[in-house]
Nanobody
Framework: QAQLVESGGGVVQGGGSLRLSCAPS????????ITWFRQAPEKEREFVAR????????DYADSVKGRFSISRDNTKNTVALQMNSLIPEDTAVYYC??????????????WGQGTQVTVSS
């Protein structure tokens, strides 16, 4: 059973925007760093962005830097991924994960079920 819940995925035209959200299903995660990954068909799951527990430190993959922005509101127990200037290569299932300070998905054991993002050309 997923411990995190993602929402906000959908179909958008190239150049458009989407805002994904991640929230815990049963517990607060205000003390945990949160990381977004994505996985396109027949590709490895890859790091997208992460944010530390306070929101003061963020980190982005080069492929999304300048287009995506990660933020969190610990009073609402949510983490958001704002995605702008989307391109077809951003098409993937997006997952949020909690707990580790790593870009390697194998280091995480708390995951959501994923949300599909499809960018049309």
């Amino acid at each position: 059973q997923a411990q995190l819940v993602e929402s906000g995925g959908g179909v958008v035209q190239g150049g458009g925007s989407l805002r994904l959200s991640c929230a815990p299903s049963r517990r607060t995660f205000s003390s945990l760093s949160i990381t977004w990954f994505r996985q396109a068909p027949e590709k490895e799951r890859e790091f997208v962005a992460r944010i530390n527990w306070s929101g003061a430190i963020t980190d982005y993959a080069d492929s999304v830097k300048g287009r995506f922005s990660i933020s969190r509101d610990n009073t609402k127990n949510t983490v958001a991924l704002q995605m702008n200037s989307l391109i077809p290569e951003d098409t993937a299932v997006y997952y949020c994960a909690a707990g580790a300070l790593s870009r390697n998905p194998r280091d995480f054991y708390i995951w959501g079920q994923g949300t599909q993002v499809t960018v049309s050309s």
